[in-house]
């Protein structure tokens, strides 16, 4: 109520001159680092590549005529599966670790928020690093499996598509539990109590409470997951090998590479198509669980 | 309240448990002295000694804190003003929307796009191209700390400012400044660790011989094992906690949770 007083109360001119000073510069940078860039991208993709890379303006569906060749298709469908796969782990793994945080004594639960992001604050390389010492043939892993004599040999875990998950998986799953807990931490008690008190069993009442209210969570964090899993070069280049190629290590390849900038364009479009699905699933998702609400 | 359920424990250690033994492990490594994971011949700092000697490492820390410092100055401020715009100027969800979007678009897209953006006009790759690029994304971050900061604040304050007389700008100097400063520099912290950590989009503006300390781990670690890395991890895991611990003082502990 008071900001709109306060925003009638300002007079015109320096309600103008506060818009241009505070919005002018940010919206100004913003569109010269992302609106154009993204723009030279989608322009890109209709354009030809040239001889020697870079671009030949000349317009063509050429690059999206190649996005649908079914070695592309294969790569974009193995990245979904991989990203997909790694998203339904954190989703199993993330939904107890939550659920149990909203049920720890009410002191507890920030400090146990944050002892979940804290890793995620450390270098993203140096943590996905971490998985080749422990998994490496001369790895902790494998040394331990000869220390208990479940092994002669050196063992190698790394340089298949389990592995790759297993780096996905670590480096985003706090980004699964967080929304996830924020959605379980929204729940009204008073749900759970009145469902008891008509008789269900405390995991019916999970299955037929808890779970559909935090749905929303759910799609969130699936979302933060699985976006950046697909758009991911590092994990498959680090530790998958050359076994696991996915649409991220195509579209450096066209852009660093085979210097192919207009079929990259289309590849790294491919990813932003796949986001905004998602993000449409979601925004529908949200309308219905309001319309029930 | 509702008792907790003892079995949960068991999914929530596991958790933990995934997320800190490979970090664990790392930090006890950085401590052997043979640098293998394999066998541990002894104590040693000596891979302490050998990362701070390393020249490709020290001139990729160089780097990346230019980069770091010129994008957390430069993003603070624009961020800050945006966030105020935001709050105080606009309703436009659409203006919401475009500020947040560094943040939401995948790393990958935002790095080619600048990448062909910067070759389009001619502007030479380097360091300040690694800089604006990563003012890009932290404006986003910086603008959303500030305005929950902003948000949240008694309003009548500013009113009463005003209603004493005080001009517009001499309000936001002795009464909004002052009041979101904590917010600010948590956005200031967040936006300079952000930077340090970044490897995606620094890979693909930094253009040929530019280094950041992140793009100089991934050619390390595509080798192999590499033993300074395991000290580099201790190091740059130290600096990240921290921040965390420096921004909890200033903001709390929820908007820590909240900006991850």
Same mark, same amino acid.
């Given at each position: 109520?008071?900001?709109?007083?306060?925003?009638?109360?300002?007079?015109?001119?320096?309600?103008?001159?506060?818009?241009?000073?505070?919005?002018?510069?940010?919206?100004?940078?913003?569109?010269?680092?992302?609106?154009?860039?993204?723009?030279?991208?989608?322009?890109?993709?209709?354009?030809?590549?040239?001889?020697?890379?870079?671009?030949?303006?000349?317009?063509?569906?050429?690059?999206?005529?190649?996005?649908?060749?079914?070695?592309?298709?294969?790569?974009?469908?193995?990245?979904?599966?991989?990203?997909?796969?790694?998203?339904?782990?954190?989703?199993?793994?993330?939904?107890?670790?939550?659920?149990?945080?909203?049920?720890?004594?009410?002191?507890?639960?920030?400090?146990?928020?944050?002892?979940?992001?804290?890793?995620?604050?450390?270098?993203?390389?140096?943590?996905?690093?971490?998985?080749?010492?422990?998994?490496?043939?001369?790895?902790?892993?494998?040394?331990?499996?000869?220390?208990?004599?479940?092994?002669?040999?050196?063992?190698?875990?790394?340089?298949?598509?389990?592995?790759?998950?297993?780096?996905?998986?670590?480096?985003?799953?706090?980004?699964?539990?967080?929304?996830?807990?924020?959605?379980?931490?929204?729940?009204?008690?008073?749900?759970?109590?009145?469902?008891?008190?008509?008789?269900?069993?405390?995991?019916?009442?999970?299955?037929?409470?808890?779970?559909?209210?935090?749905?929303?969570?759910?799609?969130?964090?699936?979302?933060?997951?699985?976006?950046?899993?697909?758009?991911?070069?590092?994990?498959?280049?680090?530790?998958?090998?050359?076994?696991?190629?996915?649409?991220?290590?195509?579209?450096?390849?066209?852009?660093?590479?085979?210097?192919?900038?207009?079929?990259?364009?289309?590849?790294?479009?491919?990813?932003?198509?796949?986001?905004?699905?998602?993000?449409?699933?979601?925004?529908?998702?949200?309308?219905?669980?309001?319309?029930?609400? | 309240?509702?008792?907790?359920?003892?079995?949960?424990?068991?999914?929530?250690?596991?958790?933990?448990? +995934?997320?800190?033994?490979?970090?664990?492990?790392?930090?006890?490594?950085?401590?052997?002295?043979?640098?293998?994971?394999?066998?541990?011949?002894?104590?040693?700092?000596?891979?302490?000694?050998?990362?701070?000697?390393?020249?490709?490492?020290?001139?990729?820390?160089?780097?990346?804190?230019?980069?770091?410092?010129?994008?957390?100055?430069?993003?603070?401020?624009?961020?800050?003003?945006?966030?105020?715009?935001?709050?105080?100027?606009?309703?436009?969800?659409?203006?919401?929307?475009?500020?947040?979007? =560094?943040?939401?678009?995948?790393?990958?897209?935002?790095?080619?796009?600048?990448?062909? +953006?910067?070759?389009?006009?001619?502007?030479?790759?380097?360091?300040?191209?690694?800089?604006?690029?990563?003012?890009?994304?932290?404006?986003?971050?910086?603008?959303?700390?500030?305005?929950?900061?902003?948000?949240?604040?008694?309003?009548?304050?500013?009113?009463?400012?005003?209603?004493?007389?005080?001009?517009?700008?001499?309000?936001?100097?002795?009464?909004?400044?002052?009041?979101?400063?904590?917010?600010?520099?948590?956005?200031?912290?967040?936006?300079?660790?952000?930077?340090?950590?970044?490897?995606?989009?620094?890979?693909?503006?930094?253009?040929?011989?530019?280094?950041?300390?992140?793009?100089?781990?991934?050619?390390?670690?595509?080798?192999?094992?590499? =033993?300074?890395?395991?000290? @580099?991890?201790?190091?740059?895991?130290?600096?990240?906690?921290?921040?965390?611990?420096?921004?909890?003082?200033?903001?709390? @502990?929820?908007?820590?949770?909240?900006?991850?």
């Amino acid at each position: 109520m008071t900001k709109r007083l306060s925003k009638a109360d300002r007079s015109r001119p320096t309600r103008w001159v506060g818009r241009l000073l505070t919005l002018g510069p940010g919206g100004l940078y913003l569109t010269l680092f992302l609106a154009v860039p993204l723009a030279v991208i989608v322009t890109y993709s209709f354009m030809r590549r040239g001889t020697f890379g870079g671009v030949v303006y000349q317009p063509t569906l050429e690059n999206y005529r190649r996005a649908v060749d079914p070695l592309f298709l294969r790569i974009l469908w193995d990245s979904v599966r991989i990203g997909g796969l790694t998203t339904l782990l954190a989703l199993l793994i993330g939904y107890p670790a939550a659920f149990a945080i909203t049920k720890l004594p009410t002191r507890w639960r920030l400090p146990a928020l944050v002892a979940i992001v804290l890793p995620f604050w450390s270098n993203f390389l140096i943590r996905t690093y971490a998985w080749i010492v422990l998994l490496n043939r001369e790895g902790i892993l494998s040394k331990a499996l000869r220390a208990v004599g479940l092994t002669d040999e050196p063992v190698g875990f790394l340089y298949n598509r389990g592995s790759v998950v297993v780096g996905l998986l670590y480096a985003y799953l706090p980004l699964m539990i967080l929304p996830l807990y924020a959605a379980l931490d929204r729940i009204d008690p008073a749900l759970d109590e009145a469902s008891a008190d008509l008789g269900a069993k405390p995991w019916r009442t999970f299955i037929r409470v808890t779970v559909p209210l935090s749905l929303p969570g759910m799609t969130a964090g699936s979302i933060f997951v699985f976006v950046p899993s697909i758009g991911n070069f590092v994990v498959p280049e680090l530790l998958g090998g050359g076994q696991a190629v996915m649409v991220g290590n195509l579209i450096r390849d066209q852009f660093l590479r085979a210097r192919d900038w207009p079929f990259g364009a289309v590849l790294s479009l491919s990813i932003v198509g796949l986001m905004m699905i998602l993000l449409v699933v979601q925004a529908v998702q949200l309308k219905r669980t309001r319309a029930h609400a | 309240m509702p008792r907790f359920r003892r079995w949960l424990v068991f999914p929530l250690l596991g958790v933990y448990g +995934f997320l800190y033994v490979p970090i664990v492990i790392l930090a006890v490594l950085s401590f052997n002295e043979s640098g293998l994971p394999t066998a541990w011949t002894g104590f040693s700092t000596k891979w302490y000694g050998a990362l701070f000697s390393n020249d490709l490492i020290l001139r990729g820390a160089r780097t990346t804190l230019v980069v770091a410092l010129g994008a957390t100055v430069l993003a603070t401020i624009i961020g800050t003003l945006l966030a105020l715009g935001l709050e105080r100027y606009s309703r436009s969800v659409l203006f919401d929307a475009f500020a947040i979007a =560094p943040a939401v678009v995948p790393d990958i897209v935002l790095a080619i796009g600048l990448l062909a +953006f910067y070759t389009m006009i001619q502007f030479t790759l380097g360091t300040v191209s690694v800089l604006f690029a990563h003012v890009t994304f932290n404006i986003a971050f910086v603008t959303a700390v500030v305005r929950t900061r902003l948000h949240n604040f008694d309003q009548q304050l500013e009113e009463a400012s005003l209603d004493l007389g005080a001009t517009e700008l001499r309000t936001f100097f002795r009464v909004t400044l002052p009041l979101i400063a904590p917010g600010i520099l948590a956005a200031a912290l967040l936006s300079f660790t952000l930077s340090v950590d970044e490897f995606v989009i620094a890979f693909f503006t930094r253009g040929a011989g530019v280094e950041t300390l992140p793009t100089v781990i991934y050619s390390m670690v595509r080798f192999g094992i590499t =033993p300074e890395i395991n000290a @580099l991890a201790v190091v740059l895991l130290g600096l990240s906690f921290t921040v965390v611990v420096v921004s909890q003082r200033l903001i709390g @502990l929820r908007r820590v949770v909240d900006n991850a």
